[in-house]
């Protein structure tokens, strides 16, 4: 119908007509928006003025002064108004903008609150009924914004401090009517009951919203630091804020929890109230907060659920605080002492699940657990010195008094009826001894281990117990807080012979016989504690304390001490009453064996107990023998533990069995190898130190234990004549050994009783810790092979081959005298000087003089500025001692040890005490028996037993020599003074006699012809020129054969005395 020029028109119609549309539609929108936009600002303006209106309002109201030091005194409008203007601040409040308005606000609302017009008081709106409710919500919300702002500031700047006060007190008098002045007078006497209960609902709303969280922050931030920033008025407010629920509530179990979960978990916060604001250490005390705390604890669930809500930190805080409170409430401990130390265990248990025993990529160290499980953040780190402070009052006098206060009283009427009994007794001599007997007999038990005074007794023994293994960087400091009061342990060691004959020993032994390996038994912790306090105490007295003064113990309680623990370590492992691998690890038997050891230690120093006393007689040594060769666990852990208690001649016969079992397995025996590899020396006289040195330091340890075959170069340059049949060797060892201990070397040095022990300046001589080793290793091989040599050490030097200085209860200064008396003397003299130390003008260093220069050695770092006083006095003698023994000479001791145990064996010198060793070393000191020299005795030359000139030797010997010649005759004829441990049977090589007609240098050794003459005793020219001389390497006595008696005795003499050996004939 349209043409085509119609249809393009049309197209273009449309078009225009969609444009068009688009175009209003557009517009449309751009209206809308506008509209949108410009309401947006209008409202935005008349929002930003209408909160300007209302900031402005409320600054016109609290007149905040320009200068910020000025006093702040607003001028009060009434309270309706500015309860209104507040609910207009509430609605805009801005974090940014508002808070220091806010700030000024609380102390707008804090100055009315001391107006004594009602109308300008704040609280007076609770009175309108058309506002109250508000009121309160107002209240509350204000209460909120006090409590956020409080998250923020910090303690430690100045302006924050004021602020948090503000805060506490906006806190303090909105929450209690006490303090509101139009309460005061009759008037307000009726509206008392209804505001308290206004103020318990806004203490209910604000413990709702984490309240005691909040305080525990807050006082967390104020007080774990080095120096607290709390001062009274801030303390006291928290504080009294932190009681106000609990008194509102009646100590509800879930108030009461949230209180020690949040209040008494923090660190040190009873130790600070105690110190900043003691009137609230009053108000605990009289609300007994202690003892409803207990009532809480004793039941273990509630323990466990607020445990498993804390940190393993803040749970030690916690016990901390509770120690502090009991120790202060001290009425409510006496009443609840079993409740407190139920308490004190289960917590801390639950902090052992978090104690490690050993250091790893898991642990941290903790300065009171020890390595621990947890990370302490360094707040906490800071608080720990106050928290060990309140830990400490657990071990003070005035707790111990409380805690064993039945055990004291027991002990005390014990001793008055025994002390009665003594002096009523009319009975003398036979009749008197007789009664005596009786009632010891009828006596024989005074407690049983069922009654309340042992179950009394045992409680805070195993409350320490725990202490002492959760609280592992306290350990030192709760035993000696324990063992250094006077009455304490003297008293567990009378009540502990109360519990039967041997201090309860069957009761013990009966207890492990019903239940094996278990010492969960309550009079174990009184047993082991016991030992723990005796080994810690009685380590660090001295011989003055203990042989003169006899303070705590007396020589005969020392004595019945190690006869029960002897009895009692032997008879629990010999009858498998505990298994080797419970022992070890069994605190009461370790506590118990290590008493054991310091009392055996104390007794090898200075003998207290009789002969055999160490020895367990009950059981034949051929049995205790025959079950070790068996290889029984339990034999060779008691092998071990406490080898005393068989002969130390059966020791020794063992050692020798475990040498010989080790050269048959390396090869070195002819049973081993046809003929074993032997080592070939070259030794030149002159030279036998660095010759030796040079050949043998380098060579490995078993090939050392070896046959070594000694060749000597005479001063000629000649080869010595003779094989090495061990005699030679004997001969470079005694040489070698000799020379290296000569003081005049300066590798050791001797006391004034001539002992040795390595030289402190050793360090003179070149690569002197080399040497040093290799010496170690030729008395180690000396000691192999059953030589004995001449080389006394001194004892402190001893226990160190034995390693025994390691251990815990090991005191330098009770070793001290064998080093150094004089020394020794002064430091006893401090320890017990009775005025101020400090006018002795001592430090904590030690002054040397070496080759003429002053050298100053510090016991502790910076210790030449750290001044010794009555406090560090003990601290001071033993860092000397230690300094004196160990800290000069480590070097070198570790030197010579390490080359002597690499020939000797470390497990085989656990069988022997230092004086044993040094009898290991230097043969035995009892006297020389001369008729078992004789029986064995070898004979060359033509002499034999019955010979003439023999039976004149040993006549004159036995009948005519003092012990001390017998000692020089032996030194002369074998080097060494001492028989042989075992006898002489075990001289290597045996002791020999041979007759000689001409000197040594002509002498070619027997022939037929010397020996018919010796032996039919053919007379020639009598030898009255020759002197008797001797080969110690070949252990040969070399004696012409005299025609009489007076002569022989003559020569001999000179001989012995004149030490000749083979160089003077």
Request: aromatic share 10%; charged share 20%; glycine share 4%.
């Amino acid at each position: 119908m349209f043409s085509r020029l119609d249809t393009t028109k049309k197209n273009q119609f449309l078009e225009q007509t969609k444009s068009a549309r688009e175009e209003r539609a557009y517009e449309k929108k751009r209206e809308v928006a506008a509209t949108k936009l410009q309401a947006w600002i209008r409202g935005n303006l008349h929002r930003k003025h209408f909160k300007a209106d209302i900031r402005k309002a409320l600054d016109e109201l609290l007149n905040v002064p320009s200068d910020a030091e000025q006093e702040y005194k607003p001028q009060l409008a009434p309270a309706l108004g500015v309860y209104q203007l507040i609910k207009r601040l509430l609605f805009i409040y801005n974090y940014k903008e508002d808070t220091q308005r806010f700030i000024f606000l609380c102390r707008y609302l804090l100055a009315g609150m001391n107006s004594d017009n009602l109308k300008e008081c704040y609280v007076s709106m609770a009175l309108l009924k058309a506002h109250v409710l508000s009121w309160i919500k107002q209240l509350k919300d204000v209460l909120m914004l006090c409590c956020d702002q409080l998250r923020t500031l910090r303690p430690e700047s100045h302006s924050d401090m004021k602020v948090i006060t503000v805060h506490l007190h906006m806190l303090i008098s909105f929450t209690s009517p006490n303090t509101w002045k139009v309460l005061k007078g009759k008037a307000g006497e009726p509206l008392k009951p209804g505001m308290n209960q206004l103020c318990n609902n806004v203490m209910g709303h604000l413990n709702s919203k984490g309240l005691y969280t909040l305080l525990q922050d807050v006082l967390t931030r104020g007080l774990s630091r080095s120096r607290p920033v709390f001062k009274h008025a801030t303390l006291s407010a928290i504080m009294t804020l932190a009681m106000r629920p609990l008194l509102a509530a009646g100590f509800s179990d879930n108030l009461l929890s949230a209180y020690l979960l949040h209040i008494l978990s923090v660190p040190a916060i009873i130790h600070h109230v105690a110190e900043v604001a003691p009137e609230c250490m009053d108000q605990l005390v009289t609300n007994r907060v202690f003892m409803k705390c207990l009532n809480l604890l004793a039941n273990e669930q509630s323990t466990r659920i607020i445990f498993n809500s804390l940190e393993g930190n803040y749970a030690l805080c916690m016990l901390a605080n509770l120690i502090q409170l009991g120790e202060t409430e001290m009425e409510g401990l006496v009443d609840n002492a079993a409740y407190f130390m139920t308490t004190v265990v289960r917590l801390l248990d639950c902090c052992q699940t978090y104690v490690q025993n050993k250091k790893s990529n898991l642990t941290h160290w903790h300065p009171v657990l020890g390595w621990f499980s947890q990370r302490t953040d360094q707040c906490l780190h800071e608080a720990m010195p106050y928290v060990s402070r309140q830990l400490q009052l657990l071990w003070g006098k005035k707790m111990v008094r409380i805690l064993f206060s039945e055990m004291f009283a027991h002990v005390k009427a014990a001793k008055e009826t025994a002390q009665r009994i003594q002096t009523t007794s009319p009975s003398k001599g036979i009749l008197k001894k007789a009664i005596e007997k009786a009632s010891t007999k009828n006596n024989t038990t005074r407690v049983k281990l069922a009654s309340s005074v042992v179950t009394a007794t045992c409680l805070p023994c195993s409350m320490y117990q725990t202490a002492l293994k959760t609280l592992t960087g306290l350990r030192l400091d709760i035993l000696g807080g324990l063992s250094y009061q006077e009455e304490l342990l003297p008293n567990l060691w009378y009540f502990l012979q109360d519990l039967g004959p041997s201090c309860g020993l069957k009761s013990f032994l009966e207890m492990l016989y019903q239940a094996p390996n278990s010492t969960i038994h309550p009079a174990f912790s009184l047993l082991g504690l016991f030992c723990d306090l005796a080994s810690h105490l009685i380590t660090i007295l001295d011989e003055v304390e203990i042989f003169e003064q006899q303070k705590p113990f007396s020589v005969e309680d020392y004595t019945k001490m190690a006869a029960f623990l002897n009895q009692f370590v032997f008879r629990v492992i010999w009858s498998n009453l505990m298994d080797v691998k419970t022992a070890a690890q069994n605190d009461v038997f370790t506590a118990v064996h290590t008493l054991l050891m310091v009392l055996y230690e104390r007794d090898c120093r200075r003998a207290f107990t009789p002969g055999d006393f160490w020895m367990i007689k009950e059981v034949k040594m051929s049995v205790f023998v025959s079950e070790l060769e068996k290889g029984r666990k339990s034999v060779q852990f008691l092998m071990q533990r406490v080898p005393h208690v068989i002969p130390f001649k059966e020791r020794v016969i063992m050692f020798r069995k475990n040498v010989a079992k080790e050269k048959d397995l390396l090869g070195l025996t002819e049973s081993a190898h046809v003929s074993p590899q032997s080592i070939p020396v070259t030794v030149h006289r002159s030279r036998i130190i660095e010759d030796g040195y040079r050949q043998l330091a380098l060579l490995n340890p078993n090939t050392l234990k070896g046959i070594i075959r000694v060749k000597f170069i005479n001063e000629q340059g000649l080869d010595e004549a003779g094989i090495d049949q061990d005699g030679v060797f004997k001969e470079f060892l005694e040489e070698t050994i000799a020379r290296v201990f000569d003081p005049s070397l300066n590798l050791f040095k001797a006391t004034s009783e001539q002992k040795l022990y390595p030289s402190p300046t050793s360090y003179i001589q070149e690569n002197h810790l080399c040497l040093l080793e290799f010496v170690g290793k030729m008395l180690g091989k000396a000691v192999y092979e059953g030589i004995v040599v001449d080389v006394p050490f001194a004892s402190f030097f001893l226990t160190q081959i034995l390693g025994h200085q390691f251990s815990m209860n090991y005191s330098f200064l009770d070793e001290l005298p064998s080093m150094d008396s004089e020394l020794y003397k002064s430091l006893t003299y401090i320890k017990h000087y009775e005025g101020d130390v400090s006018d002795l003008d001592l430090t904590f260093s030690c002054d040397e003089d070496f080759l003429g220069k002053l050298m100053t050695h510090e016991l502790v770092p910076g210790g030449r500025a750290v001044p010794v006083t009555n406090d560090n006095r003990i601290s001071y003698v033993h860092q000397m001692a230690l300094f004196r023994m160990y800290g000069q000479i480590k070097d070198q001791s570790a030197a010579f040890i390490r080359g002597f145990k690499s020939i000797i064996n470390s497990d085989w010198l656990m069988m022997f005490s230092a004086p044993e060793l040094q009898k290991l070393i230097s043969g035995d000191t009892v006297d020389i028996d001369i008729d078992d020299l004789r029986r064995h005795t070898q004979y060359y030359g033509g002499y034999h037993n019955n010979h003439k000139v023999i039976c004149w030797l040993w006549d004159i010997l036995n009948r005519d020599f003092s012990q001390e010649e017998k000692g020089l005759f032996l030194k002369f004829v074998t080097s060494c003074s001492k028989p042989p441990l075992l006898g002489f049977a075990n001289l290597e090589p045996p002791f020999s006699i041979r007759c000689v007609e001409v000197s040594d240098d002509q002498d070619t050794g027997d022939t037929v012809g010397s020996v018919l003459k010796g032996f039919f005793n053919i007379k020639r020219r009598d030898p009255i020129g020759r002197l008797p001389t001797s080969s110690t390497c070949f252990n040969l006595l070399k004696l012409p054969n005299y025609q009489k008696k007076g002569t022989l005795k003559e020569k001999l003499r000179y001989a012995i005395h004149s030490n000749t050996g083979f160089e003077l004939s």
